[in-house]
């Protein structure tokens, strides 16, 4: 639909369950839930959606004789009402606890949820039904009611609250009182058909050509810096404070007509330093991240070049068979010249750090000056485009008949490795190649990379995995019976 997608904004102080109200709406666990005040940082959003049943009137003759129907009234008349189901979707952005700002830091996050609920079409307002109504909570509320948007308080955890009734609460001057208990999805539903009073219809189709770009990185690179700048909104908190990002941040930008979805992560950090909890949640986020993206950005600080834990986070991309561009951030800080040697000698020794990904591509930029930001877009496109390539079993055969041909394999006595032929796994989103063949097992992983060199040279990858499966021949599988030779 061309009308825009109405924004909920979820606000209250912190530790009110906002976040798990969040995660039951999307049905997954989308923002991080912990027992902990002021888990949420950033405003977090994402599509969410409800279905209401429509009355649709048809006539007697377009009516089916199983489709069951009721009549608008005990008359005998021409039109009869069917009940259809429609699906309303709308943006929820999840906002931080609401508290005095005791520093700038604080006072950016508070901004942040000022912003959102400026922005939103419709704001709720979460209090806690357990506990006795809190200035903080005066406070939001009186906020939200300023903003002159419909306001819904949304009562939590009233599982806990004994017998508490709406006008218990009336006194925050919010009219429409619903009583719910996320963690017990109990009145979720009453919730979400009071909103669909409020909300006109509109409906989202995700654009499948949509392409999926995750930034990682270990904590404090300039991640959201990037963010923020690719996204031109500041969406994402920027601090110069390591572990600001704890949740997966996204937003969709237009980039020569293609929909491009931007996935701010939490930091990677060694394996001795994440922190029981929260910190442990947000890596495995950014893990998620790296399996929901089609190309990812990792970071690199010119000013910390950490290889080894650098090196662990682009291996960990090449494993996923994702794109990869390896990005050297904050070139602005650097006080020498910045002379082509400078540049030159620091790219030759990450190539060198990072031989194990050759063909990833390596760009160096500045958030702050907005050099070569933009050309990683152009990047991503073009990764994305050479990933999903497609290629005949007749023509990847005539390779593979040529590279054999020039270096056959090499083995043990009696045990020598024969490659009879090869598929492209076309319906994997991954470049996928299976190659059939005979004591494949003893195939050296120096040939394996050869072939893979070859392939790449043949055919362009550069910017993406691309994975190798060796299958015994006398293993079935889906292509069938060996393709004829051409």
């Known amino acids: 639909m061309a009308k825009k997608l109405p924004i909920v904004a979820i606000v209250g102080r912190a530790n009110v369950g906002k976040s798990t109200l969040f995660n039951n709406i999307l049905r997954r666990r989308e923002a991080i839930v912990a027992n902990e005040a002021g888990t949420t940082r950033d405003s977090i959003m994402a599509k969410a959606s409800v279905y209401i049943d429509v009355p649709k009137e048809i006539t007697e003759e377009e009516e089916k004789p199983s489709r069951k129907v009721r009549r608008t009234d005990g008359s005998q008349q021409k039109w009869r009402t069917s009940i259809e189901r429609e699906r309303q979707d709308f943006w929820l952005v999840d906002t931080a606890g609401m508290k005095d700002a005791e520093d700038d830091f604080e006072f950016t996050i508070q901004e ?17 039904g357990s506990t006795i109504i809190t200035e903080e909570d005066r406070r939001v509320a009186k906020m939200a009611l300023k903003t002159k948007k419909p306001v819904m308080l949304v009562v939590n955890k009233m599982d806990k609250a004994g017998h508490k009734t709406h006008s218990d609460f ?18 979720i539903d009453e919730l979400l058909e009071c909103l669909v009073e409020h909300i006109g219809k509109a409906r989202l189709e995700e654009d499948p050509n ?11 690179v300039g991640k959201s810096q990037l963010f923020n700048t690719l996204a031109k909104k500041q969406q994402a908190i920027v601090a110069d404070r390591a572990g600001t990002t704890r949740d997966i941040n996204r937003t969709i930008v237009k980039y020569q007509g293609r929909e491009i979805e931007l996935l701010d992560t939490a930091g990677i950090r060694k394996n001795g330093k994440i922190e029981v909890g929260i910190e442990r949640f947000s890596v495995i986020r950014s893990l998620s991240a790296i399996e929901q993206a089609d190309v990812c950005v990792m970071l690199m600080d010119v000013n910390e070049l950490n290889v080894q834990l650098d090196q662990k986070i682009a291996g960990m991309i090449k494993e996923a068979g994702k794109g990869l561009i390896l990005v050297i951030s904050k070139w602005d800080s650097i006080e020498d010249d910045k002379t082509a040697f400078t540049r030159d000698s620091m790219a030759a020794q990450i190539r060198n750090n990072f031989a194990f990904v050759p063909w990833a ?86 040939y394996k990379r050869f072939m893979e060199r070859n392939l790449r040279e043949s055919y362009n990858f550069e910017g993406s995995a691309i994975h ?13 019976t060996r393709p004829e030779e051409e």
């Open 210 to 220: 949509r392409l999926h770009i995750a930034i990682l990185g270990r904590p404090n």
């Open 170 to 187: 009336q006194r925050l001057g919010i009219k429409e009182i619903i009583l719910i208990s996320a963690s017990q999805n109990a009145g």
């Open 468 to 480: 190798f499966w060796f299958i015994e021949k006398h293993v079935t599988h889906k292509h069938g």
């Open 112 to 128: 942040q949820i000022t912003q959102a609920a400026d922005s939103a079409d419709v704001i709720w307002v979460v209090i806690e």
């Open 361 to 446: 591509p390596l760009v160096i930029t500045s958030s702050v000056t907005g050099q070569n930001v933009t050309k990683l877009f152009e990047l991503a496109l073009e990764i994305d485009e050479r990933r999903k390539q497609k290629f005949t079993t007749s023509e990847l055969n005539r390779w593979l008949r040529k590279v054999v041909s020039m270096h056959p394999p090499a083995g043990l006595k009696n045990r020598t490795p024969k490659l009879n032929y090869i598929v492209h796994e076309d319906d994997n989103s991954i470049p996928s190649f299976k190659v059939f063949g005979s004591h494949t097992k003893f195939l050296h992983w120096s």
